[in-house]
């Protein structure tokens, strides 16, 4: 019987994981978790979110969310997973961080193909083996992808923003409203006046970060920007970013504030929110000093403070296929955010694609190449095709996908053409898949 390994059972390894026993294929996945955690994680369970609750967008007109249709459609555990745990978000997908992943960790136990092996790996097994290790990737492991691809490893820093208890938050300052009252009112709204603003800029702009980097020679995610990162761009940055008042007005004053605060509900009980866009490097003691001048905030516990972390990603370009093969060895596939693709959906989307070509190997079929005009085989041909010489992670977006046949000037009905070309040619990809996975 054929076995593939899987390293790794994160966002990107459970999927793999999952796809690969689901078409009858047995599986050893090995997890280092509770053995060896890493820096982010903080339990044993597979699929653990290590910062923020939310998937992003669900629509299919925002790239993002045509993702995980794909992904609903390919039966992805992620993606069923995180809809059976959904917390309300507006227009996202967020969930129960923890429900979600215990749901993950126990589909996968439960399924006759999948053996889970704690144990952390410090190199690649023998056979048809998926490496899903993530940013934080152990050393012994990394230095083994090093050896494998030469010089085309990378490194930078990420960060993650504190999270909040509900109970302290003042909510005769606060109110409840999604942007443009799209969705469901979600989030809690902090307002700030000029003054207010101003003082909070001052205060976050000259507030200590923590020791460890040289934290402005650091290469950081643009979507993953440190608050104090981004307010030292500029006293406006702020305020076309994160604290962008348009769409919030106030429903007490029937007034837009200066500038507004976010707060995302984080689990189903609605016993703790995360300041949206407020990842940060501050020293603990300044995070408590600043983020208490924002409003609303004056006595709040922060239950889990803003951190920074490594973040390892390869030069995909130059070694990897756009079936997540490794170009120096076939039967090694890499999956998740150490192969570029930037986020929790992408990195499953990703394991989607490495896992089932995992299996196609390992049943003595070719791997197969994603269609482009799909979200997924669109980050698949971006990691592997873009100039390798100044490779960045990237999110799903329109913008790398091929463009319609016939211009459509106005960006919704061009998004909307381009998700339903992608869910038809997924759907003729899906019977090609089926039709060929009969070994
Ligand atoms: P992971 O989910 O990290 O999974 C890798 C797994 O491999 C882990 O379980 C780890 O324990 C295991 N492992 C590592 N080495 C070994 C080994 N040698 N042997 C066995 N097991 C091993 N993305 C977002 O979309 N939103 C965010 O808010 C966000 N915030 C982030 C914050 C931080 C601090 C970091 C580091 C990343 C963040 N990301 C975020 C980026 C990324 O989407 C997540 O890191 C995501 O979890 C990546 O999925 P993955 O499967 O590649 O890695």
Known sequence: MPIVNVIGAGLAGSEAAWQIAQTGVDVNL???RPVTMTPAHHTANFAELVCTNSLRANQITNAVGLLKEEMRRLDSII????????VPAGGALAVDREPFSQLVTQKLMAHPRVHVIHEELTDFPEGVTVVATGPLTAPGL????????GEAGLSFFDAAAPILDASTIDTDIVYKKSRYDRGEAAYLNCPMNREEFQAFYQALISAEVAEGHDFEKMTVFEGCMPIEVMAKRGIKTMLFGPLKPVGLEDPRTGKTP?????????????????????????KWGEQKRVFRMIPGLENVQIVRYGVMHR???????AVLEPTYASKRRADLFFAGQMTGVEGYVESAASGLIAGTNAARLAQNLPPLVFPETTAMGAMAHYITHTSPTHFQPMNANFGIMPPLAVKVRQKKERNQQLAERALTD?????????RVNQP
Do not use: C, W
Not at 142 to 149: H, K, R, S, T
Not at 264 to 277: E, K, P, T
């Open 142 to 149: 990394a230095d083994a992808i090093v050896a494998l691809n």
């Open 311 to 317: 973040n390892t990603f390869m030069k995909s370009p």
């Open 79 to 86: 993606i069923q997973s995180a809809d059976a745990t959904a």
């Open 426 to 434: 997924l759907a003729a990809f899906k019977n090609e898949l089926s």
């Open 258 to 282: 200066y500038a507004v605060v976010q707060l995302r509900q984080d689990n189903a009980a609605a016993s703790l929110y995360n300041i949206v866009g407020f990842q940060t490097h501050l």
């Open 30 to 32: 090995y997890e280092m």
